[in-house]
């Protein structure tokens, strides 16, 4: 059973970063892609960023491109989002998922991609 633990979420005004680390058990993530999807009060989950297996290859939402950056390390067993710039839209409880399948290309964030989801952490942006 895979576990992932997201952490890293505040309050913070609008401008300012936060870093947001998300830790997985088992020992096949360096295998597979992971992703950051968020989730507003009364919205769907939406993909923000994912990153391949290698951690060569990335993908961001547009609405976050240019301000977010998702990198892992491998040999922790954790992902991490850096988000700058943040703004009162970027509110919501983050998520961090893990891909079902390994070695998968990532061309464009896909929800159903992702099989294993962690507690979440919550952002709030002030205006």
């Known amino acids: 059973q895979v576990q992932l633990v997201e952490s890293g979420g505040g309050l913070v005004q609008a401008g300012g970063s936060l870093r947001l680390s998300c830790v997985a058990s088992g020992r096949t993530f360096s295998a597979v892609a992971m992703g950051w999807f968020r989730q507003a009060p009364g919205k769907e989950r939406e993909g923000v960023a994912a990153i391949n297996w290698s951690g060569r290859s990335t993908r961001y939402a547009d609405s976050v491109q240019g301000r977010f950056t998702i990198s892992r390390d491998n040999a922790k067993n954790t992902v991490y989002l850096q988000m700058n710039s943040l703004k009162p839209e970027d509110t919501g409880v983050y998520y961090c998922?893990?891909?079902?399948?390994?070695?998968?290309?990532?061309?464009?964030?896909?929800?159903?991609?992702?099989?294993?989801w962690g507690q979440g952490t919550q952002v709030t942006v002030s205006s």
């Open positions: 998922g893990r891909d079902s399948q390994m070695y998968r290309a990532i061309a464009t964030i896909v929800r159903g991609d992702f099989d294993s």
